[in-house]
C-alpha cells in the first residue's frame, strides 16, 4: 500500500493535504510531515496544505488554504491528487473541496465510520496518524525528513499519545519519536511551545475543577458554555485542551467535556476502562476505542447521552 501510495504521488504535478475540523497536534502533524517528505522527494511538486487555522499548535506551520479565507477555484482542486489523513468519516473532512480531485487517498488511524479513496492506508494499531507518517519515511526511502517536516511529526504523536501515556504506545512508536529527533525535532523546544499558558488558562484550569458533574454510575463531566469561554478568553482549542484534567480520578472510568460551538455542543469523550467509541457513534461522532469525539445538536440530548454511557459502565 505504501508504493502505491508513493507511485500516486509520482504521478501528480499538485498534491492537497486535508484534514478534519478543528484541528489538533496529530492533523497539523500529519498533514505538515507529509508536506515536508513529498517536498523533500520532489521540489518541483506543487504541494498544499489546506484546513483550519489551530492556535495551539501554529508553530508547526498555517495552512496553504485556510478554509473560509482563502478561495481557489474548483479547477484547482480537480487538477490535483487528494490526500486526507487523520479523519475517519468525509462529514469531519474541513475542506469539502477533496472530493474535486482526480484521485483520492485516505491515511488514517481512527476505527473506520467512511470508506473513502482510491487508495486507503488504515491502521487503528497506530497511536497517531503523525506516526503513519514517519513510518512511511522508513519504507519510502526518498521520503526524507528535515526538521520542519520532524518537529511537526514529533508534536503529532506527542500530543496524541498524551505524552507517551495512552494505551496504544508501543516500541515502534517510541522507535519513531527516536527517530524524529534525529532528524532536527527539539523536545525542549517543542514541549515549550505546547506548555505555554496565559493566566486565564491556569485561572480556568481552577474552574474545571471547582466545577465538573459526576454522576453515580462513574461518568464524570464538565459543560463549557460561550459564556464560560468568554469569561476567560479562551479559544475552542484552548478550552477542549483540558479534558484530559478530569481524567485518573478514582472511580470515574469515563469522563467528559461538552463544549458549545455556535448551534451544536461538541463532546470530548474518554475512558480509562469500558470502549466508548459506540457511545460516540450514536451521536455524530467517533474515534478511538478509548477516546472519541460527538456531537449534540442541543443541550436537551445531555440526559440522553449520560444515559447511553451509563449503559457502558
Not at 51 to 80: C, H, K, L, N
Not at 107 to 131: E, K, N, R, Y
Not at 184 to 211: C, H, P, W
Request: a negative charge; one cysteine or more; glycine letters at 8%.
Amino acid at each position: 500500500m505504501l508504493r502505491k501510495i508513493y507511485n500516486k504521488i509520482k504521478k501528480y504535478q499538485r498534491i492537497i493535504i486535508f484534514g478534519h475540523v478543528r484541528p489538533d497536534g496529530d492533523c497539523y502533524g500529519a498533514q505538515f510531515g507529509l508536506k515536508n517528505m513529498i517536498q523533500n522527494a520532489f521540489p518541483e511538486k506543487e504541494v498544499f496544505v489546506t484546513g483550519e487555522i489551530s492556535e495551539y499548535v501554529s508553530f508547526v506551520g498555517r495552512p496553504d488554504i485556510v478554509v473560509g479565507v482563502d478561495e481557489y477555484p474548483d479547477t484547482f482542486y480537480q487538477e490535483a491528487l487528494s490526500i486526507v489523513v487523520d479523519t475517519a468519516n468525509t462529514k469531519r473532512i474541513s475542506n469539502q473541496k477533496y472530493s474535486l480531485g482526480k484521485e483520492l487517498i485516505k491515511i488514517d488511524h481512527h476505527i473506520p465510520v467512511d470508506d473513502f479513496g482510491d487508495l486507503m492506508w488504515v491502521d487503528t494499531s497506530f497511536p497517531s496518524c503523525a506516526q503513519m507518517m514517519a513510518y512511511m519515511s522508513t519504507k519510502i526511502k526518498s521520503f526524507e525528513i528535515t526538521k520542519p517536516g520532524a518537529v511537526a511529526m514529533y508534536t503529532g504523536i506527542l500530543t496524541d499519545t498524551g505524552r507517551f501515556k495512552y494505551r496504544g504506545v508501543s516500541e515502534l512508536t517510541h522507535q519513531m519519536a527516536g527517530l524524529l529527533l534525529t532528524k532536527g525535532a527539539d523536545v525542549e523546544e517543542i514541549d515549550r511551545s505546547l506548555s505555554n499558558e496565559t493566566l486565564d488558562m491556569i485561572r480556568f484550569k481552577g474552574f474545571v475543577y471547582q466545577n465538573f458533574i459526576t454522576t453515580d454510575k462513574g461518568f464524570i463531566y464538565l459543560k463549557i458554555t460561550d459564556a464560560i469561554r468568554n469569561q476567560f478568553n479562551l479559544s475552542y482549542e484552548e478550552a477542549s485542551s483540558v479534558v484530559n484534567m478530569l481524567g485518573g480520578i478514582e472511580g470515574y472510568q469515563v469522563w467528559a467535556i461538552f463544549i458549545e460551538d455556535g448551534d451544536v455542543v461538541r463532546i470530548r469523550l474518554r475512558s480509562n476502562g469500558p470502549d466508548i467509541d459506540k457511545v460516540a457513534n450514536q451521536f455524530g461522532g467517533g474515534g478511538h476505542a478509548k477516546a472519541s469525539g460527538a456531537v449534540l445538536n442541543h443541550w436537551d440530548e445531555l440526559p440522553q447521552f449520560i444515559e447511553t454511557v451509563h449503559q457502558v459502565l
